[in-house]
């Protein structure tokens, strides 16, 4: 490939490099702007729109009433004990596959994923099929619980964002300099201390990351919630409600910029943390190497087990009834469900496939190149840069999805042209996700030290030259991985294109959707087992591909 | 091959992907023979009355897109500015008549209008009504056996102690099913003693639904033992083997119709024209006999299968007079009052 790319050769004036690198960064904000803001800015100004003109009514109306403080605590109370059990598991769990000599890593992490690999719906849909009323077990064991409100809630949101943790922490404990360690153990540092003291510390930027991931995702879902939650209200299922159900535009948009505060306070925070942030890879780092320890390996064995057979049992169980004639009646063996007689059949599957792969390839470019210029470039556009990044993991995916009708929906719009087709879906999802990808490349190019960058600056390398010999090779797993990641998301999400499908445009998740609606809880379970056959199959083939260019050795999501 | 190239080519390849996309799903000028259509009919029923369209009309391609009531309501509303489709087929009338969707359609005497009484239709010709729904319960037999519990023939049934925690229903604020139960509860017993009945019955209520068909649906699958929810999926659920009773509440059914208008904004008229005409023809009216609970066109009679679940033959006799106009002209309001009483 010499001289596909125009590299200059060091003949470049250093002094035009500051500006070249402001030009780039403003560069990858305009997509940014256009694709996030400015629907978002729309959608701000609907709220602000009443029938009197510009003025806070909506807000007031919303606000002052009792059943929306009960709303903001509900999803709070829902959203904090989720995300604390999130996380510890999913440490405890990415600990386990990276820091032990525990037998089946592959395997495990790979059950993980799985959540990643069908609609948010299944989750719930499992749970009740399992512990519902009328689930498995309450029909077992003669029992009678239900699962529906605030515990449904919280496994099932558990359960989804589990693999989002997860990839971060995975990627952070990945990384680790075995000096450290060497040293740890010949000062006679004990394994806790040594966790407390190396480990933990190490890993702090991912922690902070994961719990604003997590945090941002389970209070703006409102597929578990509809399904499990009951009479369990939150904010995110309102906005549903009040959209879908009632038309009401304005007190919609209230409520999504209401789920948008959050959010500020996460940036700050995670701003403030980050600048304390040290990398903790540099020039003279060792790989990591794990020692076998047969009773830390035996219990995290059993602790990987244990998670892995209530992710497993949950998905399995939909897989089982998209097999069963009629569940949970007639259990027989039946492949009638796979006759899909949805409109279009199985059309929907393919667009979605057509969209995840044009996901991809756009979302690897974008968050991709955001992480590295935010990292490396260190202009002024950096923090306001940085904020656009990030801001789309607060916005509920239904207001950026209403945000992408208000905001383009019209003729004079340069946008316009578009509108109903497969690829703003694509482009919808890539900024959806954009946060949650962003935040894996940038997670794992914070961990480079800036001294490889300053040592090649030092050596008279452009940075396009220090991008080509030093980031790139260390970055090129995550940004396989963070392709997947738009891959997998794009094929699953619900919420974000429910507003944006169109007759020619409809996808597998929404068909999952309204297959669930229709009550057909079976057929909704087999078409999900097509997305999730689809979602592996892709993961196998990008496997073959990293394998085949000699890339064996990296592991593909990390 | 480097890294940089696999990276490089993968650019390459993803911008690739990017220009014939934006070139290849560009939307197309409208065809001369290719309409959108927007309705809210069951997904199964819906790809019925299409492939009979297709028999009929083998040149007219017709892109469908179905969503629930309040769903299609909040989407029309939210492209008013540049509408997509080219017809609505079969929405709720009280929708329909809400005057930022009237002002978007355009006034159209199909070919057999003379067909639909008069009282279905618009003074002005903007939209006419072919069929319709009725509320009914879904009882599931083996949960009423299980705990022991009588088989309800009415709402007032419902408010007995021993079904508290085993009713769900549709929430009425993003349901037109639930909409409509209420709007009859409240048309036949007068506001107030509606209003008292209501909070009677939310103490037995184990959950509002966000939609209409779910409830039923949760019923069948022997989670709650009765799912109020519309007779046709109370059919069909039975059709498929769930161990349920459809049971049309003595105190009479809540009611709704479902209209067809022709958009205003259509960049092809003649072909939506060409739809909206076979949408009364013989060979549509056939299907409807065979899906629908209510068709307004005579012409054909009750399946089988209807009568079997349960639903008498002159329908009429179960059926509450709905005031449409009542129900679409009061729809804020009750559904504001309704959110706060009895909203979780």
Redesign the interface.
Known sequence: MNGSAPLPRGRRPRDLEPLFKVLVAAAIAVPLLVFVLYPLVHILGRSFQTPDGLGLANYAAVMGTQRFMRLVYNSFEVTVVTTVITVVLAYGFAYAVQRTCMPLKNLFRLIALIPLFAPSLVQAQGLVLMLGRNGLVNRTLGTDFSIYGYWGIVISSVLYVFPYAFLIFSASLALADNRLYESSRILGAGPLRTFWTVTLPSTRFALIASTFVVFTLVITDFGNPMVVGGDYSVLATEVYNQVIGQANFELGTVIGMVLLAPVAVAVAFEKWINRRSHAQISEGSQPLSVRPNPLRDRVFTAYSALICLAILSVVGIVIFASFTHLWPYRMEFSLRHYRFDVQGGIQPLWNSITIGLMAAGVGVVAAGLAAYVTEKFRTVLDSPLYFLCIVPAAVPGMVLGLGYILAFNAPGNPIYPLYGTLFLIAICNVYYYHAQGFLIASTSMKQISHTFDEASSTLGATFLRTMRKVTLPLMWPTLVGVAVFFFMRSMVTLSAVIFLITPSTQVAAVSVLFLEDRGAVNQAAAFSVCIMAVVVAVLIVARLVLNFFGHRHISLIR | ???????????M???A??CC??LG???SQAHANEI??YTSY???E??AF?AAMQRDLPDLRV????L?T??L???M???A??P?HDVIWGWAVTNMVDPRVLAMLEPYEPQGIERVPARFRDPEGRWFAKTGYMAAFCVNN??LQRRNLPMPTSWADLLKPEFQGEVVMP?P???GTGYLQIASILQMKGEDAGWDFLRELDRNI???I??G??P??VA?????AVGASFAL?AIK?ID????ITMVIPAEGAGNELEATGLMRSSRNKEAAKRFIDWTLSEAAVEEYYKWKEIVTVSGGTMPESFIKAGLPEDIGSVMVDMDFDWSAANRDRI?RQW?DEL??
């Open positions: 091959m480097t890294m940089l190239g696999s990276f490089a080519l993968r650019c390849l993803a911008c992907v990017v996309t934006a799903f560009s939307p959108t259509v069951e997904e199964d819906a790809a299409l892109n469908m897109l179905r629930s309040g769903d309501h909040a989407r509303l939210a492209e500015a540049n997509r083996e949960v929430n604020a993003s349901s184990a959950q509002y966000k939609s068909s779910r039923c649906n069948s699958a022997g989670e709650f999926r659920n498929e083997g769930y161990p559904l959110q909203e979780r």
